[in-house]
Nanobody
Framework: QVQLQESGPGLVKPAQTLSLTCTVS??????????WSWIRQPPGKGLEWMGI???????HYTPSLKSRTSISSTTSKNQFSLQLTSVTPEDTAVYYCARDAGETNGMDYWGKGTLVTVSS
């Protein structure tokens, strides 16, 4: 059974860096077939895909967030992480991590999500 669990602070001050970690169990993030994504959903809005990291550590980000986003992995802990710099209240959202199984199967496993509020 593949499980993903997001963790990190629930409150971040404006202009600071949001940092979240996704711990994966039941699958290895080093498996070449899969990649690992971060997605967010602001209150009352739709899902926004933020970026992805592949088994070899290569990354790709959505253009609107590219300058502020960094995704990395810690293979020894089977974790991947998100950093979002210079946050504003508009970055308040539920943040999800998910496994990307390619075009056919899409994002097949998701974490439950964690709410991050940006406020002073």
């Amino acid at each position: 059974q593949v499980q993903l669990q997001e963790s990190g602070p629930g409150l971040v001050k404006p202009a600071q860096t949001l940092s979240l970690t996704c711990t994966v169990s039941g699958a290895s993030i080093r498996t070449s077939y899969y990649a690992w994504s971060w997605i967010r959903q602001p209150p009352g809005k739709g899902l926004e895909w933020m970026g992805i990291i592949a088994y070899d550590g290569s990354t790709h980000y959505t253009p609107s967030l590219k300058s502020r986003t960094s995704i990395s992995s810690t293979t020894s802990k089977n974790q991947f992480s998100l950093q979002l710099t210079s946050v504003t209240p508009e970055d308040t959202a539920v943040y999800y991590c998910a496994r990307d199984a390619g075009e056919t199967n899409g994002m097949d496993y998701w974490g439950k999500g964690t709410l991050v509020t940006v406020s002073s």
